[in-house]
C-alpha cells in the first residue's frame, strides 16, 4: 500500500470518527433519520446530583449497642429498610450504600431530581413508628367520653345560639336560600339553598320527620323552632307537599347547624402498651396451607416483645389489639389466645400486595441501627438546571475563544487543531453518553466532571501548540512542510508524554483520595487528558498530511509568515 | 533572543517580594477555611418570587429580609459564625457553624416566619467527623502528589547527568511548583481576608491541578534544556543553553497558558456562582505556573549550576 493510500485511508476513518461521534454527541443533526435518530438519542449523560438536583446524605450508624457478629448483618438491614424507604419515595434512581470511613460506619443516600429538599428529607429520616395497642376498659371509654362532651358542650352552646340567630333572620324574612348557602353544615344541599326535594316519609332521622310529616305548616312557611337532631340543629321551611296516605311527599328545605358528638375513633378506644417496634425483629408474609388461603403478616418479637406479648394477649383474650403505624391504626385483630413464643400473626382480609406492604412497612418500623446525619448536599432541581446550562455557556464560550485564538494564531494549523477540539469535545459527550451503555462504569457528569471538561479543552490544545512550534521552527530551519510535520510530531512527543503524564499523576491522586467534587472532576481530567492526547497527534497529524502537499507548499503563509525566514 | 537567564536577578526578586508577602498573609491571616475543613452549614434560600406591581393593585410584593432581620431573627439560636450572604432574586446564603441537622431545621423554621414559601436551594451540611476526614485527606493528597511527582520528574530527567545531575532538575521543578503554591496560598489568605472567600475542597482539587500543570510547564522547558545539551557542542555553557531553550519555548508556553486562561476566564465569567473560585484558584496558579516555569525553574538550574562551578574553581 503506497503511503498516500494509506493516509487517505486514515483521513477516511477520521472523518467517520469525526461523523459518528458528532451524531452521538449531538442527535438532531439526524433528526430527518427518525429511525437512526431514536437509536442515537437513547444514550443520555448521567448528571450528576448536583445539576439535576437532588439529595446525598451521608449517615453514621451507631453499631455500639449491637453483639460484634451480628453487626454487619444490622448494617445490612439498615440499609435495605432505608432502600425500600426511599423506593417508596419514587424518584429517579435512588442508591443506598454502606461503607466504613474513618473508623465510623457510614450509610450514604443519593436521591436525584428533588424539587423540594426539607420535604424529600422528611421522607426519608421519618421512621414508622409501630406500635400495639390494647382496648380501654368500659369505665375508661366512658370516662372518656365525657371528657370530650365536656370540651363540646360550650362549642354546641355557640352554635346553637348561631342557629337561634339565623333563625330570627329568617322569620324576619332574610332569603332562606342565601342563608342556607352561607350558613348550612349539610353539604348535600347547601349549594342548592337546602333544598332537600320531594320525600316520603321515613327518609330522614324521626326528630325531622316528626317535623314535616306530623305537624301543620303551611306551604312557604318556616317551622317556628330550631329542630334538633343527632346531626344538630335545623331550621326547616316545608315549600309543597303531593300526595294522600302513605304516598304523601313534602318538599322542604333545611339549614343545618352541626353539632359535635364524642365518636368511638380508635385514638378513643385504645391506649398504649409498652410493646412497640423497637421489640419487633422482623415481619414476614406467611400463607396458611401452603399458599392456598389468604396471606397473613407475621410478627416475630425479640426476648423483651415476646414477653410483653405474652401478657397482652393474656389479658385481652376475646378482645383487639391494635397495631399502629405512625400513629394510624393498621389493623385491630382478634385475640384467641396466650401466645407466648413471640410470634404474632395479623389475620385481615389482605391481598397478597397488602400483606407485603404491610410487611414492608413493619420491617421499617423496626430500624434496626441508630442513624445520624454526618454530611448532606443538596441541590434543588432548579438550582441544578441553572448550573447545568450556566456550565455548559461556560463551556461553549471556552471552546469558540480557544478556537479563535488557535486559527488567529496558528492559522491553517490553528484551523485543523480547532477542527480537532470539536471532534474532541464530540467524543467526550459520546463518551459520558455510551460510558453507561457499553461499560459497566458509567460516568456522572457533575459540576465540577464540567469544569474538568472545560480546563481540559484549554489543556488539549497544549499538545498542538508544542508541535505546531516545532514545525514552524522546522520550516524556519528550512524543511520541507512534510518533513517538518513529521519531525514537529516527532520531537513533540516526549515534551507532551512527559506534561500529561504529571497531570494523570495528580488526576490519579484525586481519584484516590476522593470525595464526590474532586472525584468528578479528576476522572474527566484524566478521561480528557488522554482523549486529547490521541486527537492532538494523530487526528491532527492525519489531517495535516492529507492536507499537505504541493497546494500548501506553495502557499506557506497559511502556515507561517513569509518574511519570518 | 531576550535574555532571561542573564536578568534573573530581577526575576528573584520579583519572587521574592511575592513569596514573602505571600508568607507573610499566611502567618498574620491564615487561611479561610470553609465547611468541608470547619464543618458548618451552607444553605442557600429563595424567599417567594416578588408578585408581579400589574396584577396586585395594593403594594402586597414581597420585600425579601435583609441581612440585619435575618441575623436579629435566628439571634435567639446562637448559632457560632453565622454570615448571612443576599443575592438577587430575593436569595441569600447562610453560612454558620453546626454539628447536627436539628439546627438547620431550627434556622428554616425561623426563616419561614419571614416567608411561609420559603424554598431552600441548596444545602450543605459537613458534620465534624466528616470535616475532620477530609482536611486529613486533603492533606495526605497534597503530600502525595508532591511526592509522587518529585518521583516522577526523577524518573523522566534521570537520563540526563551533565553537567547537572538529574536529580537536581528535579528540585529545581518542585521549587518552582512551591513557588505557585505559596502564592496561590498567600493570594486565597488575602481574599479570605477582603473578600471572605473560603478554602474547601475544591480549593485542594484546584491546588493538586495546578501541581500537574506547573509541573508541565517546567518539564516541557527542562526537556528542551535536555534536548540542546544533547546536540550542542560540549563547549557550549550551560547558561546560553539554558536561554536558548527558554527562548524557544517560550511561545509555546504563553500561548499555552493563554488557552487556558481563556477557558478559565469562560468558567468564572460565566460558569456561576458555584465552581468560580474554584476557577480563580486555577487561574491563579496557571499565571504563576506559566511564570515560575519561564523565570524560575531554569534560572534555578543555572544559578545553582555557576554556584557549583565557583566551588570548583
Request: hydrophobic share 45%; glycine share 8%; no cysteine.
Amino acid at each position: 500500500m503506497s503511503i498516500n493510500k494509506k493516509i487517505r485511508i486514515h483521513f477516511a476513518l477520521v472523518i467517520l470518527l469525526a461523523i459518528v461521534s458528532g451524531i452521538i454527541a449531538y442527535p438532531k443533526t439526524v433528526k430527518f433519520f427518525p429511525l437512526l435518530y431514536d437509536k442515537v438519542s437513547e444514550p443520555q449523560i448521567n448528571l450528576g446530583l448536583d445539576l439535576q438536583g437532588g439529595l446525598r446524605l451521608e449517615y453514621k450508624a451507631d453499631l455500639s449497642g449491637i453483639e460484634e457478629d451480628k453487626r454487619q448483618e444490622a448494617l445490612q438491614a439498615t440499609q435495605d429498610v432505608i432502600e425500600r424507604r426511599v423506593n417508596a419515595f419514587g424518584v429517579g434512581e435512588p442508591l443506598v450504600q454502606t461503607a466504613r470511613s474513618g473508623g465510623e460506619q457510614r450509610v450514604t443516600v443519593e436521591l436525584p431530581g428533588i424539587e423540594n429538599i426539607e420535604e424529600a428529607k422528611d421522607t426519608i429520616k421519618e421512621t414508622p413508628f409501630l406500635e400495639f395497642k390494647e382496648e380501654k376498659t368500659e369505665e375508661e371509654i366512658e370516662a372518656e367520653m365525657k371528657k370530650m362532651e365536656e370540651i363540646f358542650a360550650p362549642m354546641n352552646e355557640e352554635t346553637k345560639n348561631k342557629a337561634q340567630e339565623i333563625l330570627e333572620k329568617v322569620k324576619a324574612g332574610e332569603n332562606f336560600e342565601e342563608l342556607a348557602k352561607e350558613h348550612s353544615a349539610d353539604p348535600g344541599s347547601k349549594e342548592s339553598g337546602g333544598d332537600l326535594g320531594f320525600v316520603k316519609k321515613g327518609v330522614f332521622v324521626p326528630k325531622f320527620d316528626e317535623i314535616l310529616f306530623e305537624t301543620e305548616i303551611a306551604n312557604g312557611e318556616i317551622y317556628p323552632d330550631l329542630v334538633e337532631t343527632d346531626f344538630g340543629w335545623h331550621i326547616i321551611k316545608k315549600i309543597d307537599e303531593k300526595g294522600e296516605g302513605e304516598e304523601r311527599e313534602v318538599h322542604a328545605k333545611h339549614i343545618l347547624f352541626s353539632k359535635r358528638t364524642p365518636q368511638l375513633t380508635p385514638d378513643l378506644k385504645y391506649k398504649s402498651t409498652d410493646l412497640t417496634g423497637k421489640n419487633l425483629e422482623s415481619a414476614d408474609v406467611v400463607f396458611m396451607d401452603q399458599g392456598l388461603s389468604q396471606p397473613q403478616v407475621q410478627l416475630n418479637f425479640d426476648k423483651e416483645g415476646s414477653d410483653l406479648f405474652a401478657e397482652i394477649t393474656k389479658e385481652n383474650i376475646g378482645k383487639t389489639i391494635a397495631i399502629y403505624l405512625d400513629n394510624q391504626i393498621v389493623s385491630a385483630p382478634t385475640v384467641q389466645n396466650e401466645i407466648t413464643n413471640g410470634e404474632a400473626v395479623i389475620t385481615g382480609n389482605f391481598t397478597t400486595e397488602e400483606a407485603k406492604n404491610l410487611k414492608r412497612k413493619l420491617n421499617e418500623g423496626a430500624l434496626p441501627v441508630p442513624i445520624t446525619l454526618v454530611s448532606e448536599q443538596s441541590v434543588g432541581a432548579s438550582l441544578g438546571k441553572m448550573s447545568l446550562e450556566k456550565s455548559l455557556k461556560a463551556g461553549a464560550y471556552g471552546l469558540i475563544l480557544v478556537a479563535i485564538f488557535m486559527i488567529f494564531y496558528y492559522r491553517l494549523l490553528g484551523f485543523v487543531s480547532a477542527i480537532a477540539l470539536l471532534i474532541y469535545a464530540a467524543m467526550m459527550v459520546s463518551v459520558f453518553k455510551l460510558s453507561g451503555t457499553l461499560s459497566a462504569w458509567p460516568i456522572t457528569l457533575t459540576l465540577s466532571g464540567i469544569a474538568g471538561f472545560i480546563l481540559s479543552l484549554g489543556m488539549a490544545v497544549d499538545a498542538n501548540i508544542l508541535i505546531f512550534e516545532r514545525i514552524k521552527e522546522e520550516i524556519k530551519n528550512g524543511r520541507s512542510l512534510d518533513g517538518a510535520i513529521h519531525e514537529g510530531f516527532l520531537r513533540a512527543w516526549p515534551s507532551i508524554r512527559d506534561g500529561n503524564y504529571s497531570t494523570i499523576i495528580t488526576s490519579m491522586i484525586l481519584i484516590w483520595i476522593g470525595t464526590g467534587f474532586i472525584k468528578g472532576f479528576a476522572i474527566i481530567l484524566v478521561i480528557g487528558v488522554l482523549l486529547s492526547m490521541f486527537t492532538a497527534i494523530v487526528l491532527v497529524k492525519t489531517i495535516l498530511q492529507f492536507i499537505s502537499g504541493d497546494w500548501l507548499n506553495k502557499r506557506i503563509w497559511l502556515i507561517i509568515r513569509k518574511n519570518n525566514k | 533572543m531576550i535574555d532571561i537567564i542573564g536578568k534573573r536577578k530581577y526575576t528573584y526578586v520579583f519572587s521574592g517580594i511575592l513569596l514573602v508577602l505571600s508568607l507573610v498573609f499566611l502567618s498574620v491571616w491564615g487561611l479561610n477555611l470553609g465547611i468541608d475543613f470547619r464543618g458548618g452549614t451552607l444553605m442557600e434560600v429563595r424567599f417567594q418570587e416578588s408578585i408581579p406591581a400589574e396584577e396586585t393593585e395594593e403594594t402586597t410584593s414581597f420585600t425579601p429580609p435583609t441581612r440585619q432581620e435575618i441575623e436579629n431573627k435566628l439571634s435567639d439560636l446562637e448559632i457560632k459564625s453565622l454570615s448571612v450572604q443576599e443575592s438577587e432574586d430575593n436569595k441569600a446564603i447562610l453560612k454558620y457553624i453546626s454539628s447536627d441537622e436539628n439546627l438547620n431545621r431550627e434556622v428554616l423554621g425561623k426563616l419561614k416566619e419571614f416567608d411561609g414559601e420559603i424554598k431552600q436551594l441548596r444545602v450543605d451540611f459537613i458534620g465534624s467527623s466528616v470535616s475532620n476526614q477530609l482536611k486529613k485527606s486533603a492533606i495526605l493528597a497534597l503530600l502525595t502528589a508532591v511526592v509522587g511527582i518529585a518521583l516522577y520528574i526523577a524518573w523522566a530527567f534521570r537520563k540526563i547527568s551533565f553537567p547537572i545531575p538529574s536529580w537536581q532538575y528535579g528540585v529545581g521543578a518542585i521549587l518552582a511548583l512551591a513557588h505557585d503554591l505559596i502564592i496561590v496560598l498567600g493570594v486565597f489568605s488575602a481574599l479570605g481576608k477582603f473578600l471572605d472567600v473560603e478554602i474547601g475542597i475544591p480549593f485542594v482539587a484546584a491546588l493538586l491541578t495546578i501541581l500537574g500543570y506547573s509541573v508541565n510547564d517546567t518539564i516541557v522547558v527542562y526537556d528542551r534544556v535536555r534536548e540542546n545539551i544533547l546536540s550542542s557542542d560540549a563547549k557550549e555553557n550551560f547558561e546560553n543553553i539554558t536561554n536558548k531553550s527558554l527562548n524557544e519555548t517560550m511561545a509555546r508556553s504563553i500561548n499555552t497558558s493563554l488557552t487556558v486562561i481563556v477557558v478559565l476566564l469562560a468558567i468564572i465569567i460565566f460558569g456561576g456562582a458555584t465552581i468560580e473560585f474554584f476557577a480563580l484558584t486555577l487561574l491563579v496558579g496557571v499565571v504563576s505556573g506559566t511564570y515560575s516555569s519561564i523565570f524560575v525553574a531554569s534560572a534555578l538550574l543555572v544559578s545553582n549550576y555557576n554556584y557549583k562551578l565557583k566551588k570548583i574553581n
